[in-house]
């Protein structure tokens, strides 16, 4: 379901094309690493690509 959604995102804005893969990483992470962990990650790598 996300991936569809960063999908459409993504033909909205095609500069971002990469940030659905960073969606994708944080998805995998929720799912095989703790919660608290992965959105920690999520917060720095959106803050680290913000610009």
Same mark, same amino acid.
């Given at each position: 379901?996300?991936?569809? #959604?960063?999908?459409?995102?993504?033909?909205?804005?095609?500069?971002?094309? *990469? $940030?659905?893969?960073?969606?994708?990483? !944080?998805?995998? %992470? %929720?799912?095989?690493?703790?919660?608290?962990?992965? %959105?920690?990650? !999520? #917060?720095? *790598?959106?803050?680290? $690509?913000?610009?």
């Amino acid at each position: 379901m996300s991936s569809t #959604r960063t999908r459409n995102r993504s033909k909205k804005n095609p500069n971002f094309s *990469w $940030f659905s893969a960073y969606e994708v990483t !944080c998805n995998k %992470l %929720l799912i095989n690493f703790n919660r608290v962990t992965s %959105l920690a990650w !999520c #917060r720095v *790598w959106n803050f680290a $690509f913000r610009e």
